[in-house]
């Protein structure tokens, strides 16, 4: 690895979003691009970390040095995130799919006479709060993302507390955010990062410089490796 601040520690993060099979042909799915999950993933390396990216299906590179577990759905990127640990981060970037179809089906569904299928939904597991809430091997800083429409801070000040995660970075994907393209897809990012007794709002900047930021702010966090 690159020698940096990260020297000696294993950094976990997910990006990108997840696809939840409808039939073998449709599924649920988000805008999600993964940009910033991976731009958080090559900053991490960039910093000498030891790097896992479980990502969702997303149409970039693997990031170089890291090493990139693909995934489809949240059942499967959850037990890659358990398989990847233990780690002293982790990084919570995928926009996971709330919810999966209750059955998927083993054939295309067919368009019968008119009859207009009903999706019944049943809920994905919390790949975030289940890390939160390790009682072995949870990582030392745990972070979330909050994708949010309105109320972006209280929101995500909640979502902390109810997920048991150390950090959220908050970030408003509501039209009016003022970023061109959009945060999802888009290259640019204007994120709050919320701890447990601060706000800071950060200036728009790109994806990769919000990653550098948040990297620098993990390294601080974990600060020098102990060696005995
Ligand atoms: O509740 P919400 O989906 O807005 O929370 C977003 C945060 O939770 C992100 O960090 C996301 O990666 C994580 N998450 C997760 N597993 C889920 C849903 C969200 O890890 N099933």
Redesign the pocket.
């Known amino acids: 690895a690159p020698s940096g601040p990260l020297n000696g520690r294993h950094v976990l993060i997910?990006s990108g979003p997840?696809h939840e099979s409808i039939d073998p042909v449709r599924y649920i799915a988000n805008r999600s691009s993964g940009k910033q999950g991976h731009a958080i993933a090559a900053a991490a390396r960039r910093a000498g970390a030891q790097v896992t990216l479980v990502s969702g299906p997303v149409n970039l590179p693997d990031p170089v040095g890291v090493a990139v577990h693909h995934v489809e759905t949240?059942r499967e990127?959850?037990a890659a995130?358990e398989a990847a640990l233990p780690a002293d981060a982790t990084?919570?970037?995928?926009?996971?799919?709330?919810w999966r179809a209750a059955t998927a089906a083993d054939e295309k569904m067919k368009k019968n006479g008119g009859a207009i299928p009903a999706l019944s939904l049943v809920?994905?597991?919390?790949?975030?709060?289940?890390?939160s809430r390790l009682s072995n091997h949870r990582p030392r800083l745990v972070?979330?993302?909050?994708?949010?429409t309105e109320n972006v801070i209280a929101?995500a000040q909640a979502?902390r507390l109810?997920?048991g995660?150390d950090w959220?970075?908050a970030n408003d994907v509501s039209r009016h955010s003022g970023i061109e393209g959009g945060v999802m897809g888009g290259d640019e990012n204007a994120v709050h990062l919320i701890t447990a007794d601060d706000v800071e709002h950060w200036p728009k900047a790109s994806k990769s410089e919000v990653a550098e930021r948040l990297v620098a702010r993990v390294a601080a966090a974990l600060g020098p490796l102990e060696t005995t």
Do not use: Q, S, W, Y
């Open positions: 997910t997840t949240a990127m959850l995130v990084i919570f970037a995928a926009a996971v799919a709330d809920e994905n597991p919390d790949i975030l709060a289940t890390v972070v979330g993302f909050a994708a949010e929101h979502k109810r997920k995660c959220i970075v």
